[in-house]
């Protein structure tokens, strides 16, 4: 399993070297995102450098398709208002270094600075992060099931660890919001019936709670 | 002249019954709440979205700490931002437990108590429940057996609605029933897999008290058809699940003989010894610490059974050095709980075609069967089973980014399975609340010292229920992901006070010399003192308490009203 997760690493980093040469004026497009990711006001609880940084990230993994992306839904300023209020200092430190160690990963995996790639490159190195981060994962697990209910889970070790749990909260503020739960899931504030059984096919896309 | 009828200490679910029942026989009742007044306007919290919930309905973590390291590890699934006004404050209300020997004692201070936050299941308890403690010998004898309470139980399901299906199984008679929530496809699988491995076992739909038919008594009272939400831990605007808030305060009220008074704390109940009875009770105000003293003909304490306990302790005189109505030495002892976490959990195969819609706000019940139709047994009494088995939604853990991770998540997840075990704890005079003899708390109430464990009965219980968890999803053929009969047994075993069905501190019985109660919830030795809250029974059962505790505290109030008007009191 290590085998091959070297390989794909280093089979990222061979692609995102010349790419890397290749791209030095075409940052364009990243400007775009990195542009609407200027906080309104003041930050709560990153730097700029971070929360764009969250905003980038967020937006490889829920990008805007069809429906809104993680970007759309607010999903950096939420975290970012989150991360203040709610988490203690230590979770505070602990989730500053995840941050800190997934951008030095997709860094190393990009060949370069992570906000220097193209659109293209930086859904690459995200997606050698995701494939690395779930390529030893087994059969299905109690902790797969219960992983949603966050906050109880171990600090995360590794690069692929914290990377896992910071998708995990974007995909969970994501789906808690109002284009995440109701434009791209489907979401009733009062169902006024239970449907027990029923075709899924009538029923349509997954529920939001 | 007394300032009322009847005094009740405790808004909650037993508490709400006597009162509703007293005013309706006409007396001046006084109802003690030691907590604030909930408006549902204000306080419900039912009506946010996912979106309006701040900080994905989570609890600063410094708060938890501050202020709810109990209740939070011990309620995780009800404690949260939108709901924390439901639970009280650890430090504020501290108590005491023996060392080594951890009791969660989980609770809200406010209008309706418990029966705001519980999570709804309504069970009768059977015959045998009522003749245990006779058979096996653990505890004292029930002084009335069940066909004293059937008719109770039947005045208090019509008036609170109680989902369900009719079963015809003795152990765990139907009630009077609303119609039920169906089975989903999951668990239709689970009932055909468990009823066809299983011949003496049953999956059924959860009992659960939420009106899904309501009478004109009940939409009379202002509540409503339940709308499948499942907020039903942020308090329930359409007043559709029972609660003393939705249902029996409003009809105590509209007879005009209710008073209600929050924020007053009971310190204690003067005993009289020229008349033998209780003469007044001091309360302290929760807020501005004035002091002052009600009086009454009768007094119901209905303050859950720690409270009501501490209560009682707190009540000496010289009649009762040990504690209120204590001529037995039983007060405080044979603290219950349920035994539970014996669990397993896993995936149903197909079914990839179904899915629901709405938020059922119950699940499944498994009645018990150990000792009742299965007795290849190594312990006394049983257990039944909670669980459910519904499709998983989106799930941000999984591989792939971008439109196909989007995409993937709009087909619903696997179809996720979970039966969690009840069972009954023995009664046992060593697991007992006394108060500790120097430390108060802000209102100058002594501090409760917990001493409760489990015992081997108990153990052996959770043992065989952890391999019989696993045992039915498989008959099903559910792939199990997590179980609890790989653990060593002590990690299987729930904290005592974790099910929040404590009870029996101040058990009734025949014999004044063992126990505190008589068979009417009266004390032996204080005609005018009532327990009817979880304290008074002598054993617990494995089923879900709160319905007895209604069916038992409307029985104790009319027998109140009928000593009151034959001038017997």
């Known amino acids: 399993m290590t085998d091959r997760r070297q390989v794909l690493l280093g089979l990222a980093l061979a692609l995102g070297g010349p790419a890397a040469l290749a791209s030095c004026d075409q940052a364009a497009t990243n400007d775009e995102l990195l542009r609407s990711l200027r906080p309104d006001g003041r930050l709560a609880f990153y730097n700029t450098r971070e929360y764009q940084f969250i905003g980038v990230l967020a937006d490889a993994i829920i990008p805007t398709t069809d429906t809104p992306g993680a970007v759309d839904a607010g999903v950096p300023a939420y975290l970012d208002g989150m991360m203040a209020a709610w988490a203690s200092r230590e979770t505070q430190r602990q989730h500053k270094t995840s941050v800190r160690d997934v951008r030095a990963r997709l860094t190393e995996l990009g060949g370069r600075d992570f906000f220097q790639l193209s659109d293209e490159e930086r859904r690459a190195a995200v997606a050698a992060l995701d494939t690395a981060a779930y390529e030893t994962q087994g059969p299905p697990t109690a902790a797969s099931f219960f992983g949603a209910a966050a906050g109880s889970s171990p600090a995360p070790e590794t690069p692929e660890q914290s990377y896992r749990a910071l998708k995990g909260l974007i995909a969970q503020i994501y789906y808690a919001s109002e284009p995440g739960a109701t434009v791209e899931l489907q979401y009733e504030l009062v169902p006024g019936r239970w449907l027990a059984d029923a075709p899924l096919s009538e029923i349509g896309r997954t529920w939001a709670e | ?569």
């Open chain 2, 1 to 569: 002249m007394a300032d009322f009828d009847a005094i009740v200490i405790g808004s909650g679910m037993s508490g709400g019954w006597v009162a509703k029942e007293l005013c309706e026989r006409g007396l001046k009742v006084l109802v003690l709440e030691r907590g604030r007044e909930i408006d549902p306007a204000v306080d419900y919290t039912d009506h946010l979205a996912p979106w309006q919930r701040p900080n994905l309905d989570r609890i600063p973590e410094d708060e938890v700490a501050q202020h709810y390291y109990v209740q939070k590890t011990g309620v995780s699934y009800a404690v949260q931002e939108t709901t924390k006004q439901y639970w009280v404050k650890d430090d504020e209300h501290p108590y005491e437990t023996a060392e080594g020997k951890p009791f969660d004692w989980l609770r809200g201070y406010h209008t309706a108590g418990k029966s705001i936050m519980w999570s709804r299941q309504t069970y009768r308890l059977g015959p045998q429940d009522f003749e245990s403690n006779k058979q096996d010998g653990h505890g004292i004898d029930w002084p009335i057996r069940y066909n004293d309470l059937r008719p109770w139980y039947e005045h208090v399901e019509r008036f609170a609605g109680i989902s369900g299906s009719r079963e015809n199984l003795p152990q765990l008679p139907d009630s009077i029933f609303q119609p039920a929530f169906e089975l989903t496809a999951g668990e239709q699988v689970l009932k055909r897999g468990v009823e066809s491995a299983f011949p003496t076992r049953k999956v059924i739909s959860a009992r659960i008290a939420h009106l899904t038919a309501p009478t004109e008594e009940q939409t009379a009272l202002g509540r409503g058809a339940c709308q499948s939400r499942n907020y039903c831990h942020r308090g329930c605007s359409f007043g559709a699940y029972f609660s003393s808030m939705s249902a029996t305060l409003p009809a105590a009220r509209r007879t005009g003989n209710l008073t209600m008074v929050h924020n007053a704390i009971v310190q204690k109940l003067d005993y009289d010894p020229a008349t033998q009875r209780i003469s007044g009770v001091r309360v302290i105000d929760a807020q501005t610490k004035e002091e002052r003293v009600y009086t009454s003909n009768v007094v119901f304490l209905n303050a859950s059974t720690v409270a009501t306990t501490v209560l009682m302790l707190n009540s000496t005189s010289e009649t009762f050095p040990n504690g209120l109505a204590n001529r037995s030495g039983q007060l405080g002892r044979n603290l219950v709980d349920h035994v539970g976490q014996a669990v397993a959990a896993g995936m149903v195969p197909g079914l990839d075609d179904r899915y629901h819609a709405g938020r059922a706000p119950g699940g499944i019940y498994i009645p018990r069967y150990a000792n009742i139709t299965e007795h290849d047994t190594d312990f006394v009494r049983g257990f039944g089973f909670q669980g459910g088995v519904k499709r998983q939604g989106w799930n941000g853990d999984r591989a792939g980014i971008g439109a196909d991770f989007k995409t993937a998540n709009r087909t619903p997840g696997p179809w996720f399975a979970y039966i969690s075990a009840f069972g009954e704890m023995l009664p046992n005079p060593d697991n007992r609340i006394t108060l500790h003899p120097t430390r108060r708390d802000e209102w100058g109430m002594p501090v409760p010292v917990i001493d409760c464990a489990f015992g081997e009965n108990e153990r052996k219980m959770m043992q065989r229920a952890s391999r019989d968890a696993k045992a039915m999803l498989e008959a099903a053929g559910i792939y199990v992901v997590m179980s609890s009969e790989s653990m060593p047994i002590e990690m299987v075993m729930s904290k005592p006070g974790n099910k929040i069905h404590e009870a029996g501190t101040a058990r009734m019985g025949a014999d004044p010399m063992q126990s505190v109660l008589n068979g009417w919830n009266q004390a032996h030795d204080v005609p005018n003192l009532f327990v009817t809250d979880g304290a008074s029974l002598p054993s617990n059962g494995c089923q879900n308490p709160s319905l007895t505790y209604m069916a038992i505290s409307a029985r104790a109030a009319n027998h109140a009203a009928d000593l009151m008007r034959d001038g017997a009191l």
